[in-house]
């Protein structure tokens, strides 16, 4: 049986650019320790939007650019990439907060895992594209133990990530 890492969005964009935050920039280290160290496969997902994403309708929502494909902002932290390119993991690029593609891709791999023990998720942001991806895995897998690990994942806000936490518990996702 296999164990997954499902690690979300650690792009630059959400660590130190446009939408970074202190707390995001603070996790870095623990994911690249946790990529390093991990007994299972590796997977990445990628916030990808295009030069019209103030006309979408998350743009609208949320007016800030970011992760426009091809930009230094859109790819994976630089100590993150490396990891990804050493593993040669699967990068799940979206363009929106949960990936279809990751949870099929899981979902029609099983087999080929020799099945799957638990998804481990961290990442970013806790309250946006990590609870929509961590959701998503459930929905497609629900008899697979999900975990996040709170340690090495951020939300826009301190409070937003509390907030994100107890309601994947709530959905029976066990948060470390």
Known sequence: MQRLLVVVDMQNDFI???????????????????????????????????????????????PVEHCIKGTKGWELQAD?????????????????FGSKGLAEYISDNIVAFGGISSIVVCGLCTDICVIS??????????????????????GVTPESHENALRAMEMCQIEIV
Do not use: M, W
């Not at 990529?35 to 990808?48: E, M, P, Q, S």
């Not at 993150?80 to 929106?96: G, H, W």
């Not at 991806?133 to 709170?150: G, M, Q």
């Open 133 to 154: 991806n961590v959701l998503l895995l459930k929905a497609y897998l629900p008899e697979i133990p999900i975990v996040v690990d709170s340690s090495i994942c951020a």
């Open 16 to 62: 130190d650019g446009s939408l970074g935050t202190e707390e995001a920039q603070a996790i870095v280290p623990g994911v690249v320790e946790r990529i390093k160290t991990f007994d299972g496969t590796v997977l990445f997902t990628r916030d990808t939007h295009t030069e019209n994403y103030l006309q979408t309708a998350e743009g609208k929502k949320l």
């Open 80 to 96: 993150i990439a490396a990891l990804q390119k050493e593993l040669n993991a699967p990068v799940f690029d979206k363009i929106t």
